[in-house]
């Protein structure tokens, strides 16, 4: 599963989410992309379920491209530690998502192939999604 190697704070702040994505928000590596349409947080758990799902359709045929890693820690208290003591440890890595990102990217392959994997792959996901195909497909 993705997570960072190293990370200069072992524990983050939670933020909040505002605004639309500016960065990845392009098709710069394959043909067909898998964009959210609302803003959240995706795991490293989920990314990796998605992941699977398209490789297992796609075969062995086209490329595929991870656009987003899960690099800000998610921290949980264990069960029936009482109030104060500090914040709890590290359970898990995720990667805050605006709407327009865009998560995976295929090439060289057919558009309905990469359809149904991207359909596959959002059901993997807990955020809305859409797939954006190609200028030349459309």
């Known amino acids: 599963m993705l997570q960072p190697s190293r990370t200069k704070y072992r524990k983050a702040h939670r933020g909040n989410i505002k605004g639309l994505a500016i960065r990845g928000s392009d098709i710069n590596f394959g043909d067909y992309a898998l964009k959210v349409t609302e803003s959240g947080y995706i795991t490293s758990r989920q990314i990796e379920s998605a992941r699977k799902a398209i490789v297992r359709y796609l075969k062995k045929g086209g490329q595929l491209w991870i656009r987003i890693f899960p690099d800000k820690p998610y921290t949980k208290k264990a069960l029936e530690v009482?109030?104060?003591?500090?914040?709890?440890?590290?359970?898990?890595?995720?990667?805050?998502?605006?709407?327009?990102?865009?998560?995976?990217?295929?090439?060289?392959?057919?558009?309905?192939?990469?359809?149904?994997?991207?359909?596959?792959?959002?059901?993997?996901?807990?955020?809305?999604?859409?797939?954006?195909?190609s200028k030349d497909d459309l």
Request: hydrophobic share 40%.
């Open 82 to 133: 009482p109030m104060g003591g500090g914040k709890g440890s590290v359970e898990m890595y995720r990667a805050p998502v605006k709407p327009g990102r865009i998560v995976f990217e295929i090439g060289d392959i057919a558009p309905e192939v990469a359809r149904e994997a991207f359909t596959r792959a959002a059901y993997k996901l807990p955020l809305k999604t859409k797939i954006i195909l």
